[in-house]
């Protein structure tokens, strides 16, 4: 079974500044995929970043980016430059090689301080 | 349409009674997924279509809870003598392909008093 973990709860972040959001998960799979969803207010569950586990490049999308270490199991996002608008709960989420299904970690929570 | 649209947005219902949550996934999206999302807690899975078939069904907690998509497009998530900890949010999410990652709605809502 896969599990993911997501051990901070809660974060926060001066404007402008950078944070780094931490993910672990466990599986006995060799080939995958690992994601970050935003979810705001509205409930919508919106795709942040995504990774194929087989490239050993980590993702960018603008100012998001990840650190993924397949040895160690870890997947983090890194958000630089942080803006009001990135005030959101952030799911990590592990997806096997056929893509039928998610597991989603218990979020952080993530708050931008002007 | 534009986005993955679900109705109602929120919905409150006695202990016992019979409820029915709509999808209207985005046009020409083959695969339909259903999840559940308790609070504090991430989405957990439900069901996932592929087509007019329940290809997964294996995150149906009991068989009170029943999914259809008959034509391949719109899907009813139905929940039959509704309990109050199926209170949670109802999320949909559709796809073209799976792997590159899904649309979600915005979530029903559902509080069972």
């Known amino acids: 079974a896969q599990t993911v973990t997501q051990s901070q709860p809660e974060m926060s972040v001066q404007e402008a500044e950078t944070v780094t959001l931490s993910c672990t998960y466990d599986?006995?799979?060799?080939?995958?995929?690992l994601f970050w969803y935003k979810q705001p207010p509205s409930r919508q569950m919106i795709l942040v970043i995504r990774?194929?586990?087989?490239?050993?490049q980590n993702a960018t999308e603008n100012r998001f980016s990840v650190n993924f270490q397949k040895a160690a199991k870890s997947f983090s996002l890194k958000i630089s430059d942080s803006q009001l608008g990135d005030t959101a709960m952030y799911f990590c989420?592990?997806?096997?090689?056929?893509?039928?299904?998610?597991?989603f970690g218990t979020g952080t929570s993530l708050t931008v301080i002007p | 349409g534009a986005g993955v649209s679900q109705t109602p947005s929120n919905k409150v219902t006695e202990k016992g009674k019979y409820v029915e949550l709509r999808c209207d996934p985005i046009?020409?999206?083959?695969?339909l997924y259903w999840y559940r999302q308790s609070l504090g807690q991430g989405p957990e899975f439900l069901i996932y279509?592929?087509?007019?078939?329940?290809?997964?069904d294996s995150g149906l907690p009991n068989d009170r809870f029943f999914a259809v998509r008959p034509e391949g497009s719109v899907s009813t998530l139905k929940i039959q003598r509704t309990e109050r900890g199926d209170s949670a949010v109802y999320l949909c999410?559709?796809?073209?392909?799976?792997?590159?990652?899904?649309?979600f709605g915005s979530g029903t809502r559902l509080t069972v008093v």
């Open positions: 599986t006995s799979e060799s080939n995958y995929y």
């Open positions: 046009s020409g999206h083959t695969a």
């Open positions: 989420a592990f997806m096997p090689w056929t893509g039928n299904q998610f597991y």
């Open positions: 990774q194929e586990a087989y490239k050993q």
């Open positions: 999410a559709s796809s073209l392909n799976g792997q590159l990652g899904y649309t």
């Open positions: 279509f592929q087509g007019t078939g329940a290809a997964d």
